[in-house]
Nanobody
Framework: QLQLVESGGGLVQPGGSLRLSCGASGFTLDHYAIGWFRQAPGKEREGVSAISANGGKINYSDSVKGRFTIPRDNAKNTVYLQMNNLKPEDTAIYYC???????????????????WGQGTQVTVSS
């Protein structure tokens, strides 16, 4: 069964950092563009960042540009989301997904992604 697994969430103070990990079970990530998305209570799932299969194309939402990065290590079958200078509005459940249509782009449209993980909670609060 193809499955993504997120980890690394937690409680952090404003201005702090967290690194989320997205691993795969049953398949290798290097064939897929991977996206990170988040969903806060009462809000729709929004794209945060995405990276193409070979890492050549990366996309960030305006809300996280300059604070988050999305390194991937295909040898470890893992895509990370490095989050710095966290703000209370970053509080959400974070999900990773695999692009169903193309490994070559880095779209932030949630409808293009599937094989979602269970999510990991990130809470930014003092």
């Amino acid at each position: 069964q193809l499955q993504l697994v997120e980890s690394g969430g937690g409680l952090v103070q404003p201005g702090g950092s967290l690194r989320l990990s997205c691993g795969a079970s049953g398949f290798t990530l290097d064939h897929y563009a991977i996206g990170w998305f988040r969903q806060a209570p009462g809000k729709e799932r929004e794209g945060v960042s995405a990276i193409s299969a070979n890492g050549g194309k990366i996309n960030y939402s305006d809300s996280v540009k300059g604070r988050f990065t999305i390194p991937r290590d295909n040898a470890k079958n893992t895509v990370y989301l490095q989050m710095n200078n966290l703000k209370p509005e970053d509080t959400a459940i974070y999900y990773c997904g695999a692009d169903r249509f193309s490994p070559y782009i880095s779209t932030l449209h949630a409808s293009d992604f599937g094989t979602w993980g269970q999510g990991t909670q990130v809470t930014v609060s003092s």
